[in-house]
């Protein structure tokens, strides 16, 4: 899978100011060698774009979505709404932004039926690993890469513990 270059793992996000936020899910994509796109479509200023990226994304290849959005943060629900792939939403803590909680509940409070599977604010690296994971559970050789890197994560903070102990 990972050796097609058809990507698998499509990143969206309402503007391309939310890019500093996102651009850690796109970091994932590479340290794993996933596939992958980064688009900006907007729930709000490109309604039509979005909803072709929606109903295309499953035909074209994609098997997981990651959206990011701050503010009304409409974008994540809408992927959603329109496609039968798994949508990770990132909330973004917009400029003008009631500390992110705005971001927040409008990507977290989606009604029943709908899920948005949502990370912390501005947590895009959690939301490419959370995506890894997914596309690991069929997929051996990604899941032994991902018990690999949960190994280094413990090594490090093991490493931590020693240096405060000696
Ligand atoms: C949202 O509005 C975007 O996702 C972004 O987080 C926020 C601000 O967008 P810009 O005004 O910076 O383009 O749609």
Redesign the pocket.
């Known amino acids: 899978m990972r050796n097609s270059s058809v990507p698998r793992v499509g990143i969206i ?6 890019l500093r ?1 996102m651009g850690a899910a796109a970091e994932v994509m590479e340290r794993f060698e996933i596939p992958h796109e980064v688009t900006i479509v ?4 490109t309604p039509e774009r979005l909803v072709r990226y929606g109903r295309e994304a499953e035909s074209r290849g994609l098997r997981v979505i990651i959206a ?8 994540p629900g809408m992927i959603a709404s329109l496609t039968p792939l798994p949508v990770i939403g990132v909330p ?6 009631i500390d992110g909680w705005d ?1 927040i509940l409008s990507i977290l409070q989606m009604p029943g039926g709908v899920p948005v599977a949502t990370v912390a604010l501005d947590n895009a690296q959690n939301a490419g690993l959370l995506a890894v994971q997914i596309l690991g559970a069929a997929d051996d050789e990604l899941r032994a890469k991902v018990a690999t890197y949960k190994r280094e994560l413990e090594e490090k903070v093991g490493g931590m513990v020693d240096r405060v102990a000696t």
């Open positions: 996000m309402g503007s391309q100011s939310d936020v907007s729930a709000h200023r990011g959005a701050g503010g009304a943060a409409h974008l973004v803590k917009a400029s003008i932004s971001s």
